[in-house]
């Protein structure tokens, strides 16, 4: 499976952006998509992450009522719907498939061990 994640640039604070992760290859291996992110001199951190039947997502608190994980399996596709960003959510973005069905969307979601494969990032700033 290869991910290419896109869609980022620069955006103000309080505005919108919609980053997308397209899926290539073997797709049926891309079950559960996850976007992770990292600031400069910062940990890889995790956004959200999406079941294969788009039921079931898991949202870090951080993001939490402003960011919205969607996928369009037809597109082998999966978004990321950024509103209100806010400084502190400038990061490289990146997107991430496992090969794994998980029933229940928990902890595990935020771990990166838990994906199999990951796509090259993409800058997000966002501006006061």
């Known amino acids: 499976v290869q991910l290419q994640a896109y869609g980022g640039g620069l955006v103000q604070a309080g505005g919108s952006l919609r980053l997308s992760c397209a899926a290539s290859g073997r797709t049926s291996s891309a079950n559960t998509i996850g976007w992770f992110r990292q600031a400069p001199g910062k940990e890889r951190e995790f956004v959200a992450a999406i079941s294969w039947s788009g039921t079931n997502t898991y949202v870090a608190d951080s993001v939490k009522g402003r960011f919205t994980i969607s996928r369009d399996n037809a597109k082998s596709t999966a978004y990321l719907q950024m509103n209100s960003p806010k400084p502190e959510d400038t990061a490289v973005y990146y997107c991430?498939?496992?090969?794994?069905?998980?029933?229940?969307?928990?902890?595990?979601?935020?771990?990166?061990?838990?994906?199999?494969?990951w796509g090259q990032g993409t800058q997000v700033t966002v501006s006061s």
């Open positions: 991430a498939a496992a090969r794994g069905y998980y029933a229940q969307m928990g902890s595990a979601m935020a771990q990166p061990s838990t994906y199999d494969y």
